[in-house]
């Protein structure tokens, strides 16, 4: 980041705070999180997005930006191809329960 962000807390203490709980993302139904993250970008114009857990991993942080974050404000690191560490993307793989789809394109 090229600047501090200012994020909504939606975990831990935040969830009281907020008048909410860890339903508002750990849930399939989005509408509930879509109306508290419209009123808080409506309500506080110095917000930059939202800080919550992960639905799928709750040990993990997830952040939601608001349009008010520009590109100029996020810094580009380098990335990396999965073919390019098949011991990485392999470990990936297993810790998430995932498959590579060879099958072919559906037209």
Known sequence: ????????????EGLLFHGVDASISAGADYAPSRALALALH?????????????RHN?????YALF???LSSDL???PGQRFEDDPTRTDQLMR????????SLAIA
């Open 42 to 54: 409506e309500d506080y114009p110095d917000l930059d997005g939202l800080a919550y857990r992960s």
């Open 95 to 102: 810790l998430h329960g995932a498959v590579f789809d060879t």
């Open 1 to 12: 980041m090229q600047r501090q962000l200012v994020l909504a807390k939606l975990m831990d």
């Open 58 to 62: 709750n040990g993990e942080v997830c």
């Open 75 to 77: 810094v580009t690191l």
């Open 67 to 69: 349009d008010r974050v």
